[in-house]
């Protein structure tokens, strides 16, 4: 388990600055009717709040054009975190696409659950075990 108590420090970011959009438009050149189908889903109130944040792109054919727009909107429409967690007491266990349970008070989150572990390096000293964690899980991106 990671809290306070066995990490030595954490680095965590938060930012809807890359990979978030409350806007998704989708395009279909339809040649049977001639027409360019549209295809949008948006997020009125994180609009309010973020301004208009939109990812632009083209279907192919036989994709049903506006299940695509609510599901990548429901993928894309939240804000993108980053945990990396240095110094965690090692255990020889924990490698990369191992289960972590986290219990952490980041500020704008706090996290109760298990994360995924992207990168883990171990670092041996004497008689001492370290580990530096990259996590993901939920809204978490390493």
Do not use: P
């Not at 420090?9 to 809807?16: E, K, L, R």
């Not at 208009?52 to 695509?68: P, W």
């Not at 020889?92 to 883990?120: P, Q, W």
């Amino acid at each position: 388990m990671v809290d306070e108590e066995t990490g030595q420090n954490f680095d965590y970011t938060s930012s809807i600055d890359d990979g978030t959009y409350n806007k998704v438009k989708l395009t279909y050149d339809n040649e049977d009717t001639g027409c360019r189908d549209v295809y949008i889903a948006q997020d009125s109130a994180n609009m309010n709040r973020w301004g208009i944040l939109q990812h632009f792109d083209t279907l192919s054919k036989g994709e049903n054009g506006q299940a695509k727009a609510d599901a990548l909107l429901s993928l894309y429409n939240k804000k993108t975190r980053n945990l990396k967690i240095t110094g965690a007491i090692g255990d020889n266990r924990v490698r990369a696409g191992s289960m972590v349970i986290v219990n952490l008070a980041l500020g704008d989150v706090n996290i109760k659950n298990f994360m995924l572990v992207e990168n883990a390096k171990h670092t041996y000293r004497e008689n001492e075990h370290w580990m530096d964690l990259t996590l993901r899980g939920g809204e978490f991106i390493a």
